[in-house]
């Protein structure tokens, strides 16, 4: 079909040129025939007025009557010219029929150029918008597999264009094909980790029951002074290990959880409600399920209620999100204020949560929310996955997450949940 195309429009430009070219040749020809005329005129009249001077008024006349001219100089040698004639003055009515059809021949060649141009130029659009409104369905997922339609100057274009985007379905497909993998294999990995845990957490409690239960007169003869030193460093030994296993455990514990909640985001299987959620309600809801850490690190919580604000949100997994970014705040400034605010415009709703610790070093700020990385003053016996996880939790729910160091001191977590 669009060789047809192509052939048409070639044939098209031909025929203008041609036209255009006749009509030219027309106008050449017919000036050319013209002039030949007034020579042979002017040839015959240089005759009959050399044998017949007294003839020369009657040839004028005559002239006059044919051409209606008027004389205005005499040359002896150009008569027709000394008569005052000109070469269009012997073209007649052959030479305006000439000017007329070379005219109409120029203009039919002119209009059909012109529609041919235009009509090559809509096709041109035509094939341009058609691989335009292809690319954007590539790039929503709803493209389908591009049929050849012909042969043309676009033809190349379209076939790398189909080599791109196969090779790009084909890259995508295997993308989530180990993506899928690696969701599975974290899950298989925290599911197994959960038996030894299991295990571990059940010799310790054994061991810290037994511990519990000795006879009363152990006690005694510690306090009477009959048990040796030795045997009190390893009981004092002992209870030390005891605590040390207990926190490692409970590490390990946060861990295989943290690996359950990936595998489930990685997967795509973590489904997320979208509930009314009042900001105020969640930022207090947060800071409850934290009092306890709170107390331990003698740490305070200001929260301001600012009145009612709405997000469209998941109440766990938001709140999940938001003791994160607080626990954070706590662990960075110990002893000190976490503060909360939060703002509402018809974009979206902004929370801000900080603290007036030192803030974040330089080198941290790239990878803070990485999934695992551990920043120059972290905390003791985190795992690094908790601002990884909330970050995942607000961009899941059409909001950005942003982590900065105020200007007088202070991390600062900038929350957005946007409303369109």
């Not at 203009?107 to 096709?123: A, E």
Request: one cysteine or more.
């Amino acid at each position: 079909m669009n060789e047809q195309k192509n052939m048409c429009c070639t044939l098209g430009f031909v025929l203008s040129i041609s036209l255009i070219a006749s009509a030219v040749s027309v106008l050449l020809v017919s000036y050319h025939y013209s002039r030949r005329q007034f020579e042979l005129l002017n040839v015959v009249c240089c005759e009959v007025v050399e044998q017949e001077p007294a003839a020369k008024k009657i040839i004028s006349a005559a002239l006059k009557e044919y051409t209606m001219g008027n004389p205005d100089g005499v040359v002896e040698d150009d008569v027709l010219s000394a008569l005052g004639y000109r070469i269009s003055d012997f073209s007649g009515s052959g030479c305006g029929e000439s000017v007329l059809f070379a005219a109409i021949g120029f203009m039919t060649g002119v209009l059909i150029f012109t529609f041919t141009f235009l009509y090559r130029n809509k096709m041109q659009t035509m094939r341009i918008r058609a691989l335009a409104e292809y690319l954007e369905q590539v790039n929503t997922g709803k493209a389908v597999i591009l049929s050849t339609t012909g042969e043309d100057e676009f033809s190349k274009l379209e076939d790398e264009i189909y080599k791109t985007v196969t090779f790009l379905y084909q890259t995508r497909d295997g993308a989530v094909q180990a993506k899928n993998g690696f969701a599975e294999n974290l899950s298989n990995i925290a599911h197994q980790l959960k038996t030894p845990i299991t295990a571990i957490s059940l010799s310790v409690q054994m061991m810290e029951q037994s511990t519990a239960d000795k006879p009363a007169f152990c006690s005694d003869c510690r306090a009477a002074g009959l048990m040796d030193a030795h045997a009190m460093e390893v009981e004092s030994i002992h209870g030390r290990h005891l605590k040390k296993v207990r926190k490692q455990l409970l590490r390990l514990t946060h861990l295989e959880e943290a690996l359950l909640v990936l595998s489930r985001i990685d997967a795509g299987t973590l489904h997320l409600q979208r509930d009314e959620v009042d900001v105020f309600t969640l930022l207090v809801l947060a800071a409850d399920n934290l009092q306890e850490l709170f107390f331990c690190s003698s740490t305070s919580m200001d929260i301001p209620e600012l009145g009612e604000m709405l997000v469209i949100a998941d109440l766990d997994w938001t709140m999940e999100a938001m003791m994160n970014l607080m626990k954070n705040c706590m662990e960075h400034s110990p002893g000190g204020m976490v503060h909360c605010s939060y703002a509402q415009n018809p974009l979206y709703t902004e929370i801000l949560i900080w603290d007036d610790g030192e803030g974040f070093a330089k080198e941290d700020m790239p990878h803070l929310f990485e999934r695992f990385y551990r920043g120059k003053n972290a905390s003791e016996g985190g795992i690094g996955i908790g601002l990884a996880l909330a970050k995942e939790m607000i961009e899941r729910q059409n909001g950005t997450i942003q982590a900065k160091n105020k200007p007088g001191g202070g991390a600062l977590f900038e929350v957005r949940f946007y409303s369109h």
